[in-house]
């Protein structure tokens, strides 16, 4: 019997949570029952060589201009093209523009199920508000990472509670364990006898990088031993760089720009930080928690149900440096309090976060799906074949 053929349609593959969790997803599937496809709408992105390393085969959907207009007509044309040539049983949509052009080419295409993926909170107006809506509308299922993404996705964008799975994010624990001691702050040119508190995001307004920064002058103001750390894609506008020099961290602040050595960069962290103004479910937040470190962050969407305050970190009200700074100074001064919440927040994450079962309540849901549909699925594996790693143009 054939490999259930399933197309994963995303904007593009930077690296970003979303991205990051569908790189997991790729890794961990059964590729015995499954036959996995990257349908990347403009065929960019750091993370594409990662999917083809583990042997997924990425079609490059060709667009190159705006997601509107002719261009996104075009588009999903495309991409219905292609699902018809790749006969393909399931498409699963991640992000706002995948979700609207590929709900609507699988409808096309007459492909037997469509999925989208809801991972935040972040709402949506207009056109993009119509979009989403559209999405959840045409699609046979929505899948969301948290139980405050479903109420979100409820009211916001009207989908039928019924409609959605909680599937809760999972993070890889044989990758993201404690390691050995060692000078993991010297290779990063940290001062191995100061605390550090850090951060991993990206550039964006509600990522709340100028709310870290303004809290960690504050902290330093308290235990002028602290360093801070950004970890990720962010460059300081002028406006920024002067906050951190009238504020005298510029010194004390190391950018470490994207890196792909996440456990050894948080091995070098006393403290975890998520300063969001809006979040699904944080995987750099489980990725943390399951290195042992102990967290401070922002009461937004789905993170209070990993993070439970007083228990395996604390949580703050976003927008607020004030508070943010009060709860980091709290913990660094608390010494074996913050050590044991990084020793519960691993086990939190081994019970209920891991990437494994995650990806397998996918693909039980998919079988399920499908069966539903009239589709005929193997129940076991059917082949030890690989997909041959290659690029592809639509």
């Known amino acids: 019997m054939p490999k259930i053929r399933i197309v994963y349609a995303i904007k593009s593959m930077p690296v970003g949570g979303s ?25 960019e992105g750091a993370l594409l060589d990662a999917v083809r390393a583990h042997g997924v085969r990425v079609i490059d959907g ?32 991640y992000l706002l523009r995948a979700n609207a052009i590929g709900s609507l080419a699988a409808r096309l295409a007459r492909v037997p199920v469509t999925l989208v993926s809801k991972r935040g909170c972040h709402e949506r107006h207009g056109v993009e508000l119509a979009g989403a809506r559209l999405g959840n509308w045409l699609a046979n299922c929505v899948t969301v990472n948290a139980n405050a993404v479903r109420d979100f996705v409820h009211e916001n964008e009207r989908c039928p509670r019924e409609k959605m799975v909680m599937i809760p994010s999972g993070v890889d624990t044989d990758r993201f364990r404690p390691l050995a001691a060692g000078d993991h702050k ?46 990720g894609e962010v460059e300081l506008d002028d406006e920024l760089r002067a906050v951190v020099a009238q504020g005298g961290l510029t010194a004390h602040l190391h950018l470490l720009g994207r890196r792909t050595d996440i456990p050894e960069v948080l091995s070098a962290f006393d403290l975890f930080v998520l300063s969001s103004h ?39 009200p976003p927008k607020d440096p004030v508070p943010l700074a009060a709860a980091i100074a709290e913990l660094l001064a608390s010494g074996d309090r913050a050590v044991e919440m990084g020793r519960l927040g691993r086990r939190v994450v081994e019970e209920r976060f891991s990437a494994h079962a995650m990806v397998r309540q996918m693909e039980d849901l998919y079988v399920k799906l499908l069966q539903q549909r009239g589709v005929v699925v193997a129940d076991e594996a059917v082949s030890d074949a690989v997909p041959n790693i290659r690029g592809e143009h639509a």
Do not use: W
């Open 19 to 43: 991205q990051t969790h569908l790189l997991q997803v790729l890794r961990l599937l059964d590729q015995r029952r499954f036959d996995p496809i990257l349908y990347c709408l403009t065929g």
């Open 62 to 93: 060709g667009l190159r201009k705006h997601f509107n207009g002719v261009p996104a007509l075009r588009a999903i044309l495309r991409m219905a093209r292609v699902l018809r040539r790749e006969r393909v049983d399931l498409v699963h949509n």
């Open 186 to 231: 010297t290779r990063l040119g940290l001062d191995p006898q100061r605390p550090v508190v850090g951060i991993v995001t990206r550039m964006r307004v509600r990522k709340g990088v100028e709310e870290f920064l303004r809290a960690m002058i504050k902290v330093r103001e308290r235990l002028p031993a602290a360093q801070a750390v950004i970890v």
């Open 278 to 316: 809006d979040e699904g479910m944080s995987n750099a937040i489980l990725e943390a928690m399951a290195m042992e470190k102990p967290v401070v962050a922002t009461d937004v969407g789905g993170t209070g149900e990993v993070v439970r305050h007083g228990h395996t970190g604390l949580l703050v």
